[in-house]
């Protein structure tokens, strides 16, 4: 490649909540972006200050079916697989699809990166760990996940594009690397992924009753978005291949209730809690272990929780997504 030649990268599932920090992160770093999303749940408005940037291209496209021709006769060096649906409502919305996005939208990416000699990052999930019996999880787990359960079109599909992702490396058909991305959250999200931190401020911005699914002790890890995408870059910077996925997501580890009663104060909202029936198959902890991102990227979350809180909540109080309420599952 010549000095001049600018550096392009593939972001699938560009539109969605992670992907569009991404975009905007490889931009900045001077990388040139081409998107490709199906806007199942990504929405143009997160990629509508993008609309005039020459260096930022979108195709709208499914990645189960066979990608545009054009795609193979560019210089591209990074393809960044972040396509699905991540919230549980959501995926759970179409599981043939999220499952198959999984694996056939894997395996047309990884044949793209084959085709151009670019590297792939696949964006897996801490939901390949199941519930798990290991805490904190480390890479090394190989998890506690019921196969025919209603997560189970997103675990195993994950699991699945794991496996895909790491066959191509293992003949030698591509340059893979594997981010487990435990829960993030940051602008962008939508207000109707019905996640927790969604709904827990949009319904305390109502004063509206706060849902906690269960007893609200089940216990989750949050990490701000900015962190996150900063971990994927690094991860598809770094030259060696590292031996595995690598965790990505912050340790700081809170009950449920800890964090919508965070939410309550930083909102200064009047509502009430409403418990409601812990759905099928809910984790009831997590948390990673991020020593190999620490030692192999040197990353590790900067932002507290209440800084993202902060800034995520006066980001959907500008946007006045109020809208309504999520109901128990
Ligand atoms: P999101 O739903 O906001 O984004 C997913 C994007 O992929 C959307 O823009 C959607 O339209 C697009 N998409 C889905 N199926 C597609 C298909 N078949 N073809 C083309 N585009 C498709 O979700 P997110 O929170 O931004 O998650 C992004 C990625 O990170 C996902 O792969 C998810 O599994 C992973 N991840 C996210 C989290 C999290 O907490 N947000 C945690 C673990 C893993
Ligand atoms: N949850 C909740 N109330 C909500 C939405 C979610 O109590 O309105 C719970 C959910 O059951 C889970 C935790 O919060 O135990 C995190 O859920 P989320 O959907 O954000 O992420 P995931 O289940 O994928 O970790």
Known sequence: MSKMQRKIAVVAGGAGFVGSHLCDLLLSENVDVICIDNFRTGRARNLAHLQREPR?????????????TRLGRLH?????????????PHYQADPEHTLLTCVLGTRNLLRLAEA?????????????????????????????????????????????????????ARMGRVDVRVARIFNTYGPRMRADDGRIVSNAITQALGDRPITVYG???????????????????RLGA??????????????????????VGQVIALTGSRSSIVYCPLPVDDPRR???SIARANKLLGWSPRIPL????????????????????????
Do not use: M
């Not at 190989?142 to 699945?160: H, L």
């Not at 609200?216 to 971990?231: A, I, M, P």
């Open 116 to 168: 151009v000699g670019a590297r792939f990052v696949q964006a897996s999930t801490s939901e390949i760990y199941g519930d798990p019996e290991i805490h904190p999880q480390v890479e090394t787990y190989w998890g506690n996940v019921n196969p025919t359960g209603p997560r189970a079109c997103y675990d195993e599909g994950k699991r699945a594009a794991e496996t895909l992702t790491f066959d191509y």
């Open 286 to 288: 997590r948390r990673p």
């Open 215 to 233: 007893d609200g002790t089940q216990t989750r890890s949050f990490c701000y978005v900015e962190d996150l995408v900063d971990g994927l870059l």
């Open 56 to 68: 930022f291209d979108l195709i709208e496209a499914d990645v189960i079916n066979a990608l545009p």
């Open 306 to 329: 209440s800084t993202g809180l902060e800034s995520t909540i006066a980001w959907f109080a500008s946007e006045q997504q109020h809208i309504p309420v999520v109901n128990a599952p």
């Open 76 to 88: 591209i060096d990074t393809v960044f697989n972040l396509a699905c649906a991540a919230s549980p």
């Open 238 to 259: 770094c030259e060696a291949p590292p031996d595995g996925p690598i965790n990505l997501g912050n340790p700081a580890e809170l009950t449920i209730a800890k964090l």
